[in-house]
């Protein structure tokens, strides 16, 4: 079985401060690693993945994630924060042997303030 | 072009009551996937159809829930006898289905239903 874990439910921070948003995975499978993001009133949507190759990804809006075999963890990065990131994000994997179903963490609510 | 759309966007029933969830996934999509996002939680897996078919049912809590993909396009999520655990927003997602995992899964607005 597999489980993602985001231990941060809300993280505060200050516009154009840096942030991380931390995720951790069990599973006894490879897995393929994603962020998606759910801004107020909106769907989820990816904010990026992780597949094969480099292990840092980045997204169009500045955001990074490092997938780390070692510890289990995929943590999201920003380095300069911005009022609009104001969101929901989620870390899900999708387990190789899986009919790539989407397994999701509980969320970190990020709380930009000017 | 036109997204995931689920209808109705708000449903408010009574416990016992039958209920539809219809999700219109991205024209030309074969892999529809339903979640359910029960408060303060990440969404989770019910049902994956890849086609009309269902390949993978194993997220489905009980035998109240059912869903069908009859002409592998649009999916109805189908709940009997409802009960207030039931309450909860019910995504739907769609991916193309040509390159497996490399596809991304295009996630509707959700259905939020509430059973008083």
């Known amino acids: 079985a597999q489980s993602v874990t985001q231990l941060d439910s809300q993280v505060p921070v200050f516009e154009e401060a840096p942030v991380e948003l931390r995720c951790n995975y069990s599973s006894s499978v490879s897995v393929y690693l994603f962020w998606y993001v759910q801004y107020p009133n909106q769907g989820l949507q990816l904010l990026l993945k992780y597949l094969s190759g480099s292990t840092l990804v980045e997204s169009i809006n500045g955001f990074e994630a490092e997938f780390n075999k070692s510890q289990t963890s995929f943590h999201l990065r920003k380095p300069s924060v911005h009022i609009s990131d104001t969101a929901e994000y989620f870390c899900?994997?999708?387990?190789?042997?899986?009919?790539?179903?989407?397994?999701f963490g509980s969320g970190t609510r990020l709380l930009v303030r000017p | 072009g036109a997204g995931v759309s689920q209808t109705p966007s708000n449903k408010v029933t009574e416990k016992g009551k039958y209920v539809e969830l219809r999700c219109d996934p991205i024209s030309g999509h074969t892999a529809l996937y339903w979640y359910r996002q029960s408060l303060g939680q990440g969404p989770e897996f019910l049902i994956y159809?890849?086609?009309?078919?269902?390949?993978?049912d194993s997220g489905l809590p009980n035998d109240r829930f059912f869903a069908v993909r009859p002409e592998g396009s649009v999916s109805t999520l189908k709940i009997q006898r409802t009960e207030r655990g039931d309450s909860a927003v019910y995504l739907c997602?769609?991916?193309?289905?040509?390159?497996?995992?490399?596809?991304?899964?295009?996630f509707g607005p959700g259905t939020r239903l509430t059973v008083l």
């Open positions: 997602a769609s991916r193309s289905g040509l390159a497996g995992h490399t596809d991304t899964q295009y």
């Open positions: 899900a994997v999708i387990p190789m042997d899986s009919s790539y179903k989407l397994i």
């Open positions: 159809f890849q086609g009309t078919g269902a390949a993978d």
